[in-house]
C-alpha cells in the first residue's frame, strides 16, 4: 500500500516516458546510426536512476505544495493530507531527492567531469522553486517545467555521444536529437497552459496568478491554439525536407503528430468545459509520446 501511494505520488507513468526516452535513443537510435558512445551500462544506469529519482522529487514537492489547489480542482487525486501525511510527503521529497543527487554527482567524478554536477543540482533546484514559487507565475512556470522537459530529452546524448568524433551520421543525430527536445518543450508548454485554463477556478480562489487568470481563459485559449503553430510548422518542415529519404518515419509523422495537433488548435478556439480541456490535454501527452516513438520508427526503418 505504502508503495503504491509512493508511485501515485511520483507520477510513475511519467517517469516511464523518461525510461521511454532513454531506451530508444540508447538502444536504438544510437545503434541504428552507428554512434559511438562513452557510457558504460553502469554509467547509463546512474544517469538514468538519476533523472528518475530528481524528477520524482520535484513531482512530490509539486504535490505538497498543490495540496489546496487540487483539493479544489482534482479532489479525488490528493493524496498529501488524506493517504499520507505532509510531513511523510516531505521526508519521501527528501530521500528521493537525496538519492537522484548522490547517483548524478557520483556519476559526474566517475566520467570525470565534476563541473557537470551543476545539471543535477541546478534541475533540482528549479523543480523546488517551479513548485514553490514560479508555478503561480504567468508563463515563467510553464516555460521552466517545459524546459526541464527538454533537458530530459538532451541529457543522455549529453553524456553519452563523443562529440570530439565529426561524421555525417553524427551531425544526423545531433539535429534530430535538438529537434525532438525543441518538439517536447514547445508541446508541453501548450499542455501546461492548457492545464492552467482547466484549472483556472481553483488558482482563482487561491489568488495565484497565471495566465488565464490575468488574461482570462477565451484569450488564453487563443494562445494556446497559436503556440501550436510553432511544432506545426516544425513537422511541416520535416515532411517537406525529409519525405524522400525516411518514407515511413514521415507518414507517422504526419498521421500520428501531425494530424491530431492541427485538430488541437482548432478545437482549442472553441472548447470551454473543463472535460474537453482534460481531453486535449490527455491528447497533447499522447502526441509528445508518439513524437518520441517517431524515432523508434526512425531507427528501424
Known amino acids: 500500500m505504502i508503495l503504491v501511494t509512493y508511485l501515485k505520488l511520483t507520477r510513475w507513468k511519467n517517469l516511464l516516458l523518461i525510461v521511454y526516452v532513454f531506451i ?6 544510437f545503434t541504428a546510426l552507428n554512434i559511438a558512445t562513452k557510457l558504460t551500462l553502469t554509467q547509463f544506469i546512474f544517469l538514468l536512476l538519476s533523472v528518475l529519482f530528481i524528477t520524482a522529487a520535484g513531482n512530490i514537492i509539486n504535490n505538497i505544495y498543490d495540496i489546496k489547489s487540487d483539493t479544489i480542482n482534482k479532489p479525488n487525486k490528493v493524496i498529501v ?11 519521501w ?6 538519492l537522484g543527487l548522490i547517483l548524478g554527482i557520483a556519476l559526474c567524478l566517475n566520467v570525470e567531469k565534476p563541473s557537470y554536477s551543476f545539471i543535477f543540482i541546478a534541475t533540482a ?34 553524456f553519452d555521444i563523443d562529440f570530439s568524433i565529426k ?23 501548450i499542455r501546461e497552459l492548457v492545464k492552467d485554463i482547466e484549472d483556472v477556478n481553483g488558482d482563482y480562489i487561491l489568488k495565484m496568478k497565471t495566465l488565464p487568470i490575468l488574461i482570462g481563459r477565451i484569450r488564453s485559449r ?20 525529409f519525405s524522400i529519404a525516411y518514407k515511413i518515419t514521415v507518414l507517422y509523422l504526419l498521421l500520428f503528430t501531425l494530424v491530431p495537433l492541427i485538430y488541437i488548435a482548432l478545437k482549442l478556439n472553441g472548447t470551454k468545459k473543463k472535460s474537453e480541456l482534460h481531453t486535449l490535454s490527455s491528447l497533447l501527452k499522447i502526441i509528445m509520446f508518439s513524437g ?7 531507427s528501424i526503418f
Do not use: D, R
Open 93 to 98: 521529497y527528501k530521500i528521493t531527492n537525496a
Open 167 to 189: 561524421s555525417s551520421s553524427q551531425n544526423l543525430v545531433t539535429g534530430i536529437i535538438k529537434i525532438l527536445a525543441f518538439f517536447a518543450f514547445s508541446l508541453n508548454l
Open 222 to 241: 487563443k494562445l494556446a491554439s497559436f503556440l501550436c503553430v510553432i511544432p506545426i510548422a516544425l513537422l511541416f518542415y520535416i515532411i517537406i525536407n
Open 125 to 158: 533546484l528549479l523543480l523546488y522553486y517551479y513548485s514553490k514559487k514560479l508555478k503561480s507565475l504567468p508563463m515563467i512556470g510553464n516555460i521552466v517545467v517545459s524546459f526541464l522537459i527538454a533537458i530530459c530529452v538532451l541529457i543522455l546524448p549529453f
Open 292 to 298: 518520441i516513438s517517431s524515432m523508434l520508427i526512425f
Open 81 to 91: 493530507g488524506k493517504k499520507i501525511t505532509i510531513e511523510t510527503a516531505k521526508q
Open 24 to 29: 530508444i535513443f540508447k538502444l536504438f537510435l
